[in-house]
Every structure is written in structure tokens, then in C-alpha cells.
T-cell receptor, first 114, second 114 residues
Framework: RKEVEQDPGPFNVPEGATVAFNCTYS??????FFWYRQDCRKEPKLLMS???SGNEDGRFTAQLNRASQYISLLIRDSKLSDSATYLC???????????????FGKGTKLSVIP | DTAVSQTPKYLVTQMGNDKSIKCEQN?????MYWYKQDSKKFLKIMFS???????INETVPNRFSPKSPDKAHLNLHINSLELGDSAVYFC?????????????FGPGTRLTVL
């Protein structure tokens, strides 16, 4: 069974704090990895893709460890506007069918407090 | 301009009724999806269509029938609604069904079955 597991949260952090989210995935054949952000009662939106070499986008840093099947997201200098649920997402091939599908983790809720 | 739109945004109905949710994307994408997000916020794929052809059909009751009249539209018809169908249904689209493609989500349809 393909699974994506995340820290349960919620994470309540003060403004300016650094917070890290972790995620593990079960399918070693997974092809690509993402972090999506979902605000309350809104749709998920892509935050960033995750590459093996690690990648950074402003205050956000994503890391991938294929050997351990582990993905992380680090947010530095948290802002109030970072409050949301962060979804770890893995893209997997459908059993050789040539198509791919996203498998979502259940998400980790972050609340940044003034 | 809305990239992926869904109607209606809210749907409240009685058990046993039949209802439809419509989705349209103006991004020129070839692939469209339906996801269900339940009360525990777990987002799970239901169907995927590529150029009007069904490519993913997860274990979903056959009361759910997707229809794609053209590649810009993917509608979801639900027969004999049950209490457990209450959830938020998200439509999404991507350029192709490859492992690098970003999916763009619609705003969601909140279905409540009474």
C-alpha cells in the first residue's frame, strides 16, 4: 500500500521562529516530490518541488533523502501568513500504466502566533 | 481569470438524491482530476482523465461517474447520495500526466448530505 506519512502537528510557533516538517513515503519507486500548502477552506496550491540536491525558495528549504525515503520542509523566520496546512505529496507511476498520480499526506497544520 | 473553476461551491442535499458537480479549466491542460477531501482532511484521488480518456479510476463506488465532454471539462455525477459522501470535492488539472507536472486545483465543492 502506498503511503505518505507526516508529522501530525499542529505546530504552534511564534513569529520569527524556524519550524521543520518531516514526511516519509513508502513507495521506493516514487518519481517526484512536492510540498503543497492548503489554507483553511481553500484548495491546495503548490509551494515547491523537492529535489535530491535540496532546494531553497526564500525562507523555505526542501530536502529529499531517497535512501531513507524522507522529505523535509524548513521554514525560517515564520510569518503570520505562513499559517496553513502543509501537505507532503509524492508522485508515483500507476503500475506501469504510463500515468502518474499524486499521493497526499494528511498534512501538518502550522499556526504562527504573534 | 479563474484557471480551474467548479460549480457549485456549496451543495446541500438529501440522502438518495442524484447530483452533479461541474469543473472547467482554461489552462489548455490535457489532464484533469477529481479528488475527495474528507472530514479528516485526507485528500485522495478519485479519477483522472487525459484528453477525455479515463486513465485513473481508484476504488470509488460506481455511484460516482465522471464525464469529460471535452478536455477542458470534467464533470462528476453522483447517484443515490449517502451520508458518507459528505466531503469537499476538488477538481484539478495538469498539462500532462507526467511525474513532474504541477497540478492546479479548483476552489472545491463542499457537499453536505443530510
Amino acid at each position: 500500500r502506498k503511503e505518505v506519512e507526516q508529522d501530525p502537528g499542529p505546530f504552534n510557533v511564534p513569529e520569527g521562529a524556524t519550524v521543520a516538517f518531516n514526511c516519509t513515503y513508502s513507495n521506493s519507486a516514487s518519481q517526484s516530490f512536492f510540498w503543497y500548502r492548503q489554507d483553511c477552506r481553500k484548495e491546495p496550491k503548490l509551494l515547491m518541488s523537492v529535489y535530491s540536491s535540496g532546494n531553497e525558495d526564500g525562507r523555505f528549504t526542501a530536502q529529499l533523502n531517497r535512501a531513507s525515503q524522507y522529505i523535509s520542509l524548513l521554514i525560517r523566520d515564520s510569518k503570520l501568513s505562513d499559517s496553513a496546512t502543509y501537505l507532503c505529496v509524492v508522485n508515483e507511476e500507476n503500475s506501469g500504466a504510463g500515468s502518474y498520480q499524486l499521493t497526499f499526506g494528511k498534512g501538518t497544520k502550522l499556526s504562527v502566533i504573534p | 481569470d479563474t484557471a480551474v473553476s467548479q460549480t457549485p461551491k456549496y451543495l446541500v442535499t438529501q440522502m438518495g438524491n442524484d447530483k452533479s458537480i461541474k469543473c472547467e479549466q482554461n489552462l489548455g491542460h490535457d489532464t484533469m482530476y477529481w479528488y475527495k477531501q474528507d472530514s479528516k482532511k485526507f485528500l485522495k484521488i478519485m479519477f483522472s482523465y487525459n484528453n477525455k480518456e479515463l486513465i485513473i479510476n481508484e476504488t470509488v463506488p460506481n455511484r460516482f461517474s465522471p464525464k469529460s465532454p471535452d478536455k477542458a471539462h470534467l464533470n462528476l455525477h453522483i447517484n443515490s447520495l449517502e451520508l458518507g459522501d459528505s466531503a469537499v470535492y476538488f477538481c484539478a488539472s495538469s498539462q500532462e500526466t507526467s511525474f513532474t507536472d504541477t497540478q492546479y486545483f479548483g476552489p472545491g465543492t463542499r457537499l453536505t448530505v443530510l
